[in-house]
């Protein structure tokens, strides 16, 4: 494998950075840590004659309790005290990223915005081409489900539901100005694997805003994952509870790791609030949650492990957040 010629330009603030984007419209991406841009271009995998990297931009720095800059390393967010004690289910998402090495190049803004994958779509040029190309790259057809009108490659960020539960917002900045929207708007629900972002071309995620309720909530993430040490999420389940366990204010739910985005289920847990999150009111919800996804055949576990274990992690993540010590009498 190896990486193709290309242009790198260096922008050092937002505005330079969108007017190159301006320029180079439809031949660029941008590059953050690279650490999942850079292995997709080795293997010949949509690339782009040029390369706007974000280092030098400082506004896209900084990490604090209420907002993370697009460009700050996973490591930082792993090592800042303020963000570890007042949202815990972010930290446990960013220390189950990939490895410590891939966190100290790997950036949140390009955590959220890492392409979708599958088995068929991450393979080298030649293993691409033996078995015949597909819609996401260089093809037009899906191996996973047959047909040629819809890519299922799923989103395998850990960062994104863990952000998505406890409602923050993104702050982007394109052509037309700068905008704010919740952390799971950044996804096309109604999208494919291809279409997968609801970003305009060009626009720069900047920040994350954590709002002021969110140190009120008590949140945690867990992973299913093949490999402890390394993987991507088969499964990424995030919680945030508000209030007392007896009768919480409001629960959230996110879901990565099964679709092609990242999922919140506010029409289940909304019915969590004002009542007891007892166990037999967590397995309801977590029943529910796990009729509605829709995992398919393109990561390592099978899809109908992928879902009957949804079950399970929804039940242990609303359990370890329900109450300050996690128990509340059934
Ligand atoms: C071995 C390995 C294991 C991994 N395991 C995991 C894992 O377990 N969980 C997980 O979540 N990820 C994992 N990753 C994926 C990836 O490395 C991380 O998600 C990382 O955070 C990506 O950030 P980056 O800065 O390197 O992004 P880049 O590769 O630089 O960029 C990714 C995408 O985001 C775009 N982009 C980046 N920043 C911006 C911005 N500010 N505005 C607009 N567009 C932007 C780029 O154009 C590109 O399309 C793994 C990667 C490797 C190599
Ligand atoms: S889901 Fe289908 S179209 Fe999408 S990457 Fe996989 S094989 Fe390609």
Not at 184 to 206: M, W
Not at 245 to 253: D, G, N, Y
Request: glycine share 8%; hydrophobic share 40%.
């Amino acid at each position: 494998m190896h990486l193709d010629p290309f242009e790198l330009h260096e922008p050092a603030t937002v505005e330079e950075a969108l007017e190159l984007a301006g320029t180079l419209s439809g031949k660029f991406d941008y590059l953050a840590g690279g650490t999942d841009l850079l292995p997709n271009y080795k293997m010949h995998i949509n690339l782009r004659p040029h390369l706007i990297s974000l280092e030098r931009v400082s506004e896209l720095r900084g990490v604090s309790s209420n907002r993370i800059g697009a460009m700050t390393r996973l490591a930082e967010v792993e090592e800042s005290p303020d963000l570890s004690r007042a949202y815990p289910g972010v930290a446990e998402a960013v220390r189950e990223v990939a490895t410590p090495l891939v966190r100290a190049s790997g950036t949140v803004g390009g955590n959220l915005l890492l392409e979708t994958r599958c088995f068929f779509f991450n393979q080298t040029y030649p293993w691409r081409q033996s078995l015949g190309f597909c819609l996401k790259a260089d093809g037009d057809r899906c191996h996973v489900v047959p047909q040629k009108e819809r890519c299922y490659a799923t989103f395998s960020g850990d960062l994104a539901p863990a952000l998505a539960a406890l409602e923050a917002e993104v702050e982007v900045a394109g052509p037309s100005g700068r905008r704010r929207m919740p952390v799971e708007h950044l996804y096309n629900a109604a999208g494919d694997g291809i279409l997968r972002l609801s970003l305009v071309p060009g626009e720069i995620v900047v920040a994350i805003h954590f709002p002021e309720s969110a140190r009120r909530a008590r949140s945690a993430y867990t992973k299913l994952r093949v490999r402890p040490s390394f993987d991507f999420p088969e499964l990424g389940v995030a919680a945030a509870v508000w209030g007392a366990a007896e009768a919480p204010e409001k629960v959230r739910l996110a879901i990565g790791g099964l679709e092609t985005y990242p999922r919140r289920f506010d029409e289940d847990t909304d019915a969590l609030a004002g009542a007891p999150l007892t166990d037999a009111r967590v397995r309801t919800v977590a029943e529910a949650v796990t009729r509605r996804v829709r995992p398919v055949h393109n990561t390592f576990l099978p899809p109908d492990y992928r879902r009957r274990m949804t079950e399970v992690f929804v039940r242990r993540t609303l359990s370890r957040v329900r109450a300050p010590n996690g128990s509340v009498a059934a």
